[in-house]
């Protein structure tokens, strides 16, 4: 079975600095997607960025960025220069192919930017 | 605009009855998945189809059915099986190419 885990029930940064959240992910398959979402208090799931696990290269989106550690099966979302809006649930989540594209989900981490 | 619509935003379902809720996109995707959200939880799959007339129990099915007649239409029906249907319903759709699955505004459910 798949699990994600997200070890930080909640974190706060202040406005304009910067913000890490971790997800560690358990999984014997080799081909697979993981996936950042946000969901804001109107609680709209919203993709953050995404990322394939047969790609080095680290996904980048704007503010928003990941450290993939395949070896390692971590995957953290750094959020640069936070802005008020960025408030809200973020979700790490996990699909494989053979799973017939169903997401794994983590548990969240809620993050709140302060003024 | 493309999207995913579901409606409606509010339910309120008695005991014994069943309620359905909808989702409807217009995104031409063919795989589309119902998602339960209770309070400060992640999501977890209940129905999901990758194609016109078939679908797969997710996770937690017992006590809901779905049906998929037509490829913009996946809509959930929670049946008074279901004992603790107090939740937010999400509904997604994705290509069958492409991983990622988007999300429509989501549906509470409130039991009276």
């Known amino acids: 079975a798949q699990t994600v885990t997200q070890s930080q029930p909640e974190m706060s940064v202040q406005e304009a600095e910067t913000v890490t959240l971790s997800c560690t992910y358990d999984?014997?398959?080799?081909?697979?997607?993981l996936f950042w979402y946000k969901q804001p208090p109107s609680r709209q799931m919203i993709l953050v960025i995404r990322?394939?696990?047969?790609?080095?290269q680290n996904a980048t989106e704007n503010r928003f960025s990941v450290n993939f550690q395949k070896a390692a099966k971590s995957f953290s979302l750094k959020i640069s220069d936070s802005q008020l809006g960025d408030t809200a649930m973020y979700f790490c989540?996990?699909?494989?192919?053979?799973?017939?594209?169903?997401?794994?989900f983590g548990g969240g981490t809620r993050v709140l930017v302060k003024p | 605009d493309g999207g995913i619509t579901q409606s409606p935003k509010y339910l309120f379902r008695k005991e014994g009855q069943n309620v359905t809720l909808s989702c409807e996109q217009n995104?031409?995707?063919?795989?589309m998945y119902w998602y339960r959200q209770d309070p400060g939880q992640g999501l977890r799959l209940i129905y999901y189809?990758?194609?016109?007339?078939?679908?797969q129990k997710g996770d937690i099915a017992e006590g809901y059915s779905v049906s998929r007649e037509k490829k913009e239409s996946f809509p959930l029906t929670v049946t008074s099986a279901q004992k603790n249907p107090t939740a937010f319903y999400l509904c997604?759709?994705?290509?069958?190419?492409?991983?990622?699955?988007?999300f429509g505004p989501g549906t509470r459910l409130l039991v009276l």
């Open positions: 189809s990758q194609i016109v007339n078939d679908f």
């Open positions: 995104l031409n995707h063919d795989a």
């Open positions: 989540a996990f699909v494989y192919k053979a799973a017939g594209n169903k997401l794994t």
């Open positions: 990322q394939e696990a047969y790609k080095q």
């Open positions: 999984t014997s398959e080799n081909n697979y997607y």
């Open positions: 997604a759709s994705s290509t069958n190419r492409v991983e990622t699955q988007y």
